[in-house]
């Protein structure tokens, strides 16, 4: 039994006429009541009553009848729903972002879903890296946008880096500090200092800038993953913030001697020979345009 099957015998159904359901089908009488006779054969049952050039349902053809149009109706969902699919129109997908990502990202991403993809089902799941490529992994997730240099090198996972961004120490605008034309290490290290988790390779850098004192665990007062609450933080108190500076606009550069010259490397990672949804795309390439504007 096949789905042009039930086509065929629906239209006949409706019509009563093997000439007008061949017009209809665009096939020939000959190839409807082949297709027809085919499906009889195969129920073990007639489906119709032939009475000159009209054709109505048996008892065994009604029941079919319904049961085919139920199938046919969904066959064609199926078909609207690929269509969908594949133009990137509907369909389900789960993001993981890190600290930093998700504080510039989170907001404008789900945005921009509500207002061109509204029959998208999106969900973004903060957290570590760890979690996130845990998540990633198990199929939990579809893609994380992460802190690349936070990224373990693997054979089973594509990372693209999709955006560098400038890093600094940050501080509200009537800070002391920024009273000071000169500001070093020691400087800063009079006040609270916050971050979010940082990788091996900042704290490197940091070390070879402002020598083993920047180590992450004598530097670091306040660590949080989420940037947004220690922005709230440094707003109200004297704290200074190690972050990259656009996901805190509002507060204001300390220029350092020697200056940090750091950034954050944001890759999106995928699982490597996974087949991907289309829609993945369209948000690749806004998270793409996104973080390089």
């Known amino acids: 039994m096949t789905l042009v099957q039930l086509r065929h015998m629906i ?20 190839a409807l009541s082949r297709s027809i006779q085919l499906l009889e054969e195969e129920l073990g049952g007639k489906l119709f009553d032939r009475q000159g050039r009209h054709s109505s349902l048996t008892v065994l053809g009604e029941t079919i009848f319904k049961r085919g ?40 991403l789900l945005q921009h879903v509500a207002i061109h993809y509204p029959h998208l089902h999106l969900e973004i799941i903060r957290g570590s ?21 936070s990224l373990k090198p693997a054979a089973d996972l594509h990372l693209e880096i999709v955006c560098e961004t400038p890093g600094a120490f940050l501080c509200k605008k009537n800070h002391p500090l920024t009273l000071q034309k000169k500001i070093t290490i020691n400087d800063l290290r009079q006040y609270p200092i916050a971050s979010t988790p940082l990788s091996d390779e900042i704290e490197h850098l940091l070390i070879e800038r402002y020598g083993t004192q920047a180590n992450l665990a004598d530097l670091i007062n306040i660590k949080c ?4 609450s220690l922005v709230e933080v440094v707003n109200h108190s004297e704290t200074v913030l190690l972050s990259i500076k656009k ?15 750091a950034t954050a490397r944001f890759g999106f990672v995928t699982v490597a020979n996974r087949s991907k949804s289309p829609l993945l795309a369209h948000i690749r390439e806004f998270i793409i345009s996104h973080l390089t504007s």
Do not use: C
């Open 11 to 30: 239209d006949l159904a409706n019509t009563g006429s093997f000439v007008k359901s061949a017009e209809n089908l665009f096939i020939t009488q000959p």
């Open 69 to 108: 149009q139920v199938l046919l109706d969904l066959a064609k969902d199926i078909q609207e729903t690929n269509h969908k699919l594949k133009k990137g129109l509907s369909g389900q997908l789960k993001i993981g972002m890190g600290s930093g990502p998700g504080a510039m990202l989170m907001t404008p």
């Open 129 to 149: 890296t760890e979690m996130l490529v845990d998540s990633l992994r198990s199929r939990k997730l579809d893609a994380i946008v992460i802190d690349a240099r």
């Open 225 to 228: 993953t989420e940037i947004s």
């Open 247 to 261: 996901a805190a606009k509002n507060l204001q550069e300390l220029k350092l001697t020697p200056a940090l010259n």
